[in-house]
Structures are given as structure tokens and as C-alpha cells.
């Protein structure tokens, strides 16, 4: 790398793009592109949805029609990833094309398990009687015990009132480990 390469911020080192994704088309767009050489990541969650009358685990991905792409300012040629089969471009603002920073990337991967997956299911979250701490709500400050989900967005805990035990239904977001 020249002095005048490191003076303009090092243009000749790769950098991770945003490409944006036609509606629908993100794994296909990704296997585009990494058939032609490019490095790609797609970041995956695991979701719980409702689906045929019943809550299922999914897995799709994080940022819906967007995917990221390590590029060479200087030396790769972006022209085919405008054609690329699933590719709608790459994220402009005007006629810039921004970076995204290494470090949003790497802390994108140290959130992924070991299948690739970001789990959002919230069932790894909590165990049965595990202590909890209430957050939010007129028992905000009490701790309890999780019992288990009750729907997709609540927790079923067990608090210790006026030295009854009662169960409360609570939104997941309202209790956090002690």
C-alpha cells in the first residue's frame, strides 16, 4: 500500500457493502453472488411463527432483502453484481456507495450459534424455575420464578405474594434474568 493509498484511508483493503435484494429473493441473491466469487453474508435468524394454526420455529433472514459483500475498492469489478439473478443493487445514499463498518459485521457474527443462526425463539432464554426479576409493570423490582411461555410474546412466572404463590402472565419483555 502506497503513503497516498493510506492517506485516502487505505482503498486498496476490502470493505463490506449493503446489496440490496429484489422482494423475496435474499437466498437466492446469495447464491448469486457466491457463485461468482464474491464473499457474502446473509445473516439468518431463528424465529417463532404462527403457521398452519400452530407456532413453528423459522429461520430467515435478519435484515429482509439486504445481505452484505466484501469488495475491493480499487481491484473487483461490482458491474455483475447489478445483474446478479436476486439483486435489485447496492445501497446508495445518492451517488455514494457507504461502507459497512468491520465491526457491525463481526459482532453481527459473535451473535450466531454454531448452525449459523441468531435464535430468537426465546425457548433457550429461560429454564423452568429459573429466577427472574420482574422489569416493568406494577411488579416491576419483584423477582419470581419462569414457569414457561403463554403465546408468542408472553412469560408465565411464579411470584410469591402476601406468602401465596401466584402466576402471573406477563409480556416477555417484563422479566430479565436476576
Given at each position: ?81 447489478r ?7 447496492l445501497?446508495?445514499w445518492?451517488?455514494h ?15 450466531m ?11 433457550a432464554?429461560?429454564?423452568p424455575?429459573?429466577k ?15 414457569q ?31
Open positions: 500500500m502506497t503513503a497516498a493509498d493510506e492517506e485516502s484511508g487505505g482503498s486498496r483493503r476490502q470493505r463490506w457493502y449493503a446489496v440490496q435484494a429484489k422482494p423475496r429473493q435474499d437466498a437466492r441473491a446469495e447464491t448469486h453472488l457466491r457463485n461468482q466469487g464474491y464473499e457474502v453474508f446473509r445473516p439468518l435468524i431463528r424465529v417463532r411463527k404462527r403457521r398452519a394454526g400452530g407456532m413453528q420455529q423459522v429461520v430467515e433472514s435478519m435484515f429482509p432483502r439486504y445481505l452484505f459483500v466484501r469488495l475491493c475498492d480499487l481491484t473487483e469489478n461490482w458491474a455483475p453484481i445483474s446478479t439473478r436476486g439483486v435489485a443493487g445501497v446508495r445518492g451517488d456507495v457507504p461502507t459497512v463498518p468491520e465491526g457491525v459485521i463481526a459482532d453481527l457474527r459473535g451473535r450459534s454454531d448452525d449459523g443462526c441468531v435464535d430468537l425463539t426465546g425457548e432464554d429461560f429454564r424455575n429459573e427472574v426479576r420482574i422489569t416493568e409493570g406494577v411488579f416491576a423490582g419483584y423477582e419470581g420464578l419462569y414457561a411461555r403463554s403465546g408468542e410474546e408472553r412469560v408465565v412466572v411464579l411470584l410469591e405474594i402476601m406468602q401465596q404463590a401466584q402466576t402471573l402472565t406477563l409480556p416477555a419483555t417484563a422479566i430479565s434474568r436476576d
